[in-house]
C-alpha cells in the first residue's frame, strides 16, 4: 500500500534569522514523503532569497502580507499531504515529529495529532520549559469542548500539531481578518465538533523563545476584543454547518473570557502610574504576565527571570534583591506585586524592607502594590 504525503508548512513573517532552521527540520524527517511548503508572508528582511536558495527542495509561495491565517490558506491550498502540519518559521520540528503524527492519524476518526514543545532560547539552546506547561489531553473531547466554549480544553500552539487533511477541507479556509495571529486556535478549537484527538506525550518540537513572539506581545485589551471575533466567528461557522452548540460559544459562560475581563481592569488600574514605555518587573507567580501584556506601551518583565521567561521564585533575600538590581540597571523602572505573590512581603521580609526603605510605593491596594523605581523613599 502506498505511504501517504505529509505536508510540512512552514509560515515565515519577517523571522530569515530562524527560518533556515526551521527549513532543515522540516526537511530531515524520518518519514516519507514529505513535501516542505515555506510560506512567506511579505516579509522585508531578506526571508525571499533564503527561501529562494532552496530551489527545487522546498515549494514557496511569495505573497503580501496578509497575516497568520491568511498563511495558513494560502500554504494549504498548494498542499498535497493527508497530513498536514503548519510549522512556525522560528521552531524547530524533531526529526521524528512527522513519523509519530502519521501512525496516530491512521486510526479512524482521528482528525488532529498533538505534542508538547521544549522551549529554547533565540540561539537553540534548551530552557527546561514545556509549552503548554499542563498535560495534553486526548480522546473524544467534544462534551468538554461544548461545556467550555473556547477554553474547551488544552492544546499546543502551531507547531505542535499535525491534521488530518480531511478535517483541514471543512474548516478551511480561517477568516483572514480575524486571525491575522493564533490561527491555530481556530483549528483546535473546532476540532473536538469534528472527530477525536490522539497525544504524543514527548515534545516533538522547539518552541523559540526571542523577545518578539508574537502571542506574548499581545495586551489584555486586544484578547478581550479577539474573544469577542472568536465568538462571533465560530458560531457563525457552526451554525452554518448545522451543528447544535447551545450557549457553549458565549462569551458570558467563558471563564477564559471572565479571566481577560479582570486582566483589564488590572491593567486600568496601572495606567495611571505607569508612563508608556518605561517597562515593570511583574511579581505575580507567573499567573497574570504568562499570556498577555496588562499595559499597551509597556512591557512587563517576570520575576524571577531568565532568558526572559518566567524562572520561579527566589532561594533567598539575597537572590531576591541581587536579581531585582540586575533588572533596575537594565532598565525597570517599576516593580509591581500583584495579589497572587503577596505572601512574598512576610516570606521575603529583606527584600521587602529594602525596596519600602529605599523606593517610593505609589499604589498599596487589595490587588497591587506598586513601587516607582525612579523616586527614591
Known amino acids: 500500500m502506498e505511504k ?15 527560518l533556515r532552521e526551521a527549513i532543515a527540520s522540516a526537511l530531515n524527517q524520518t518519514y516519507q514523503p514529505t513535501e516542505v511548503i515555506v510560506v512567506d508572508d511579505g516579509s522585508i528582511d531578506g526571508s525571499q532569497q533564503i527561501i529562494a536558495n532552496y530551489g527545487k527542495r522546498i515549494i514557496p509561495v511569495l505573497k503580501e ?47 488532529k495529532v498533538h505534542w508538547p514543545l521544549c522551549a529554547i532560547d533565540v540561539h537553540g539552546k534548551p530552557l527546561d520549559k514545556l509549552f503548554p506547561e499542563k498535560p495534553l489531553p486526548e480522546g473524544d473531547l467534544l462534551d468538554a469542548q461544548l461545556t467550555g466554549g473556547v477554553d474547551g ?11 488530518a487533511r480531511s478535517y483541514l477541507k471543512r474548516v478551511l479556509p ?10 491555530d486556535s481556530y483549528l483546535a478549537i473546532l476540532a ?27 495586551t489584555y485589551r486586544w484578547q478581550l476584543n479577539q474573544y469577542h471575533y472568536e465568538m462571533t466567528v465560530l458560531r457563525k461557522f457552526l451554525q452554518e454547518q448545522d451543528i447544535q452548540i447551545k450557549d457553549a460559544f458565549e462569551c458570558a459562560q467563558s471563564s477564559g473570557y471572565k479571566y481577560i475581563q479582570h ?88 527584600f521587602a524592607r529594602y525596596l519600602r526603605t529605599k523606593f517610593r510605593c505609589v499604589l498599596d491596594s487589595q490587588r497591587l502594590v506598586v513601587f516607582d523605581l525612579r523616586i527614591s523613599a
Open 65 to 111: 502580507n496578509g497575516g497568520q491565517g491568511s498563511a495558513f490558506n494560502a500554504g494549504f491550498a498548494v498542499s498535497r499531504g493527508e497530513v498536514v502540519c503548519f510549522l512556525d518559521a522560528d521552531d524547530v520540528l524533531l526529526p521524528s515529529a512527522v513519523e509519530k503524527a502519521v501512525s496516530l492519524l491512521h486510526e479512524p476518526n482521528v482528525v
Open 153 to 163: 480544553h488544552v492544546f499546543s500552539p502551531t507547531s505542535g500539531n499535525a491534521w
Open 4 to 18: 501517504p504525503i505529509a505536508s510540512i508548512i512552514i509560515t515565515n513573517y519577517n523571522y530569515g534569522r530562524f
Open 174 to 183: 480561517i477568516p483572514e481578518i480575524h486571525y491575522r495571529i493564533n490561527a
Open 263 to 350: 486582566m483589564v481592569e488590572l491593567g486600568q488600574e496601572l495606567e495611571p502610574l505607569i508612563p508608556p514605555k518605561q517597562n515593570y518587573i511583574l511579581v505575580d507567580m507567573n499567573e497574570w504576565g504568562w499570556n498577555g501584556q496588562l499595559l499597551e506601551h509597556s512591557q512587563s518583565i517576570p520575576f524571577l527571570e531568565k532568558d526572559g521567561m518566567y524562572w520561579g521564585v527566589p532561594s533567598d533575600d539575597v537572590i531576591a534583591i541581587e536579581e531585582f538590581e540586575r533588572l533596575r540597571r537594565e532598565g525597570a523602572s517599576f516593580i509591581v506585586f500583584g495579589s497572587p505573590a503577596f505572601w512574598w512581603f512576610d516570606y521575603y521580609a529583606e
Open 192 to 218: 473536538p465538533l469534528f472527530g477525536s484527538i490522539k497525544r504524543i506525550v514527548e515534545y516533538q518540537a522547539l518552541y523559540r523563545i526571542h523577545g518578539d513572539n508574537g502571542t506574548s506581545k499581545t
